[in-house]
């Protein structure tokens, strides 16, 4: 199972971003998958969950109305488009899945200590900033 993420860079304020993550090993019709971020300093969080069983997304507050997940099964890649940055928004960001977790809403609340079981990608920085 791997995960590779890109589109990360800088972005200003308002702007937008869409972040691909290709994945191997595990094919996008049953398991979970989810963006993560960790800023400097800060505890890694989640950002986006979709259940690839039936399209059902997650979003936590910081999220909703501003981001959204989705994914292409026949490209095997989940994709997290990002509207309006906002300054606080600057962090790596992960893709991640749990191959034995189909829910959005359960990956995304997922306990850290739990977060092993799951399979996350290398990151990929976002930055915001005039």
């Known amino acids: 199972v791997q995960l590779q993420a890109s589109g990360g860079g800088l972005v200003q304020p308002g702007g937008s971003l869409r972040l691909s993550c290709a994945v191997s090993g595990f094919t996008l019709n049953r398991p979970a998958v989810g963006w993560f971020r960790q800023a400097p300093g800060k505890e890694r969080e989640a950002v986006s969950c979709l259940s690839t069983n039936n399209d059902i997304t997650y979003y936590p507050d910081l999220a909703k109305g501003r981001f959204a997940i989705s994914s292409d099964s026949a490209k095997n890649t989940v994709y997290l488009q990002m509207n309006n940055l906002r300054p606080e928004d600057p962090a790596v960001y992960y893709c991640?899945?749990?191959?034995?977790?189909?829910?959005?809403?359960?990956?995304?609340?997922?306990?850290?200590?739990?977060?092993?079981?799951?399979?996350w990608g290398q990151g990929t920085q976002v930055t915001v900033s005039s």
């Open positions: 991640a899945t749990d191959l034995g977790q189909s829910s959005s809403y359960a990956l995304c609340h997922k306990r850290p200590a739990n977060w092993g079981q799951m399979n």
